[in-house]
């Protein structure tokens, strides 16, 4: 085991049997990714999703999930699902008065 220390997080590295991923599937039988990665808004978030399918990265499509803003899922060489979180959608902030 290891454990890395970035920006105040803790990443605990633990060596798992062959053929694990960090997936995992909720109970409707979706895979479902167990890391998010927020950027600095919608630009950034298309940017990099350009770049990841110019380096020919397995991304999915840039999504709308409603209140949770926009978002796209992306997977490493390992078939490890992360997802990608521009910000909260503008209706969401202004429902539960959440200033930018």
């Known amino acids: 085991m290891a454990i890395l220390n970035f920006a105040n997080q803790s990443f605990f590295l633990v060596k798992s049997q062959a053929n694990q991923s960090l ?6 039988g979706k895979e ?3 890391l998010t990665f927020e950027v600095n808004g919608l630009n950034v978030l298309e940017s990099i999703h350009s770049d990841f399918i110019k380096k020919e990265i397995k991304v999915g499509e840039i999504e709308n999930r409603g209140h949770t803003g926009k978002n796209f899922v992306f997977y490493d ?3 490890n699902k ?19």
């Open 23 to 28: 997936n995992f599937y909720d109970f409707c």
């Open 32 to 34: 479902r990714f167990s």
């Open 77 to 79: 060489l390992d078939g």
């Open 82 to 100: 992360f997802d990608v979180w521009s910000e909260l959608s503008p209706t969401f902030k202004e429902q539960f008065l959440i200033s930018q």
